[in-house]
């Protein structure tokens, strides 16, 4: 599954800046898409895929995540656009690489989502608990990395259990697209000199 190609790199890249753009949705509007949210929340526990296309069950669900991407690869110099979402995805891809040097912690996101694969066979990928399961996880494990993600948005939203548990479930699942993202060959430095060419890919998959 390591095909290192802009077009697979593209793919994970836009699973962490869909699942960033989610969590400021959310924090901001106390809603995301459901259909986005599903994607990215079930990516979390494709732990063995084919390909990366599989890790997102195909593209259809990404949408969010490529619209955001091109409006960020095309934005002009100085040009204001997606500010936190921009700050969630590289700190999650930051986090992503401090997470890969703890390996108590990788065994320990391994063995809970297992728990959580049995908790979506009986209540389904949405269900409250799931959520709140997942947030446990993040808050138990990449929480404690620094630096920590400082999310923003309207109170009355973010003081909100449900919606703090899908913060924290859609955070977990931008570091699993940070994690295939890097698994491609994803470094940090592309989205600065290859902002051409992953916009040639993004043009070749019709987005």
């Not at 800046?17 to 079930?42: C, M, N, R, W, Y």
């Not at 479930?169 to 993202?181: D, K, N």
């Amino acid at each position: 599954m390591a095909s290192h190609n802009y077009h697979n790199q593209l793919i994970a890249l836009a699973g962490v800046f869909q699942a960033s753009h989610l969590v400021e949705q959310i924090a901001k509007q106390g809603q995301a898409p459901a259909d986005a949210l599903e994607t990215s929340i079930s990516s979390i526990l494709s732990t063995n895929p084919e390909n990366v296309e599989a890790v997102y069950d195909g593209l259809s669900g990404l949408t969010i995540g490529f619209n955001i991407l091109r409006q960020i690869l095309e934005r002009k110099n100085n040009q204001p656009v997606h500010t936190d979402t921009i700050r969630y995805a590289l700190t999650l891809i930051h986090l992503e690489r401090k997470l890969s040097k703890v390996p108590h912690m990788l065994k320990t996101i391994s063995e809970r989502l297992e728990q959580v694969q049995d908790q979506v066979a009986h209540f389904g990928i949405n269900h409250t608990n799931v959520m709140a399961n997942l947030a446990s996880l993040y808050l138990d494990t990449i929480s404690t990395l620094r630096p920590r993600i400082q999310v923003t948005g309207d109170p009355q939203y973010l003081q909100q259990q449900a919606n703090a548990d899908k913060i924290r479930a859609t955070l977990l699942a931008g570091v699993r697209s940070a994690m295939l993202w890097y698994q491609v060959g994803g470094r940090r430095w592309h989205l600065l000199f290859y902002r051409k060419k992953l916009l040639s890919a993004l043009n070749h998959l019709g987005y």
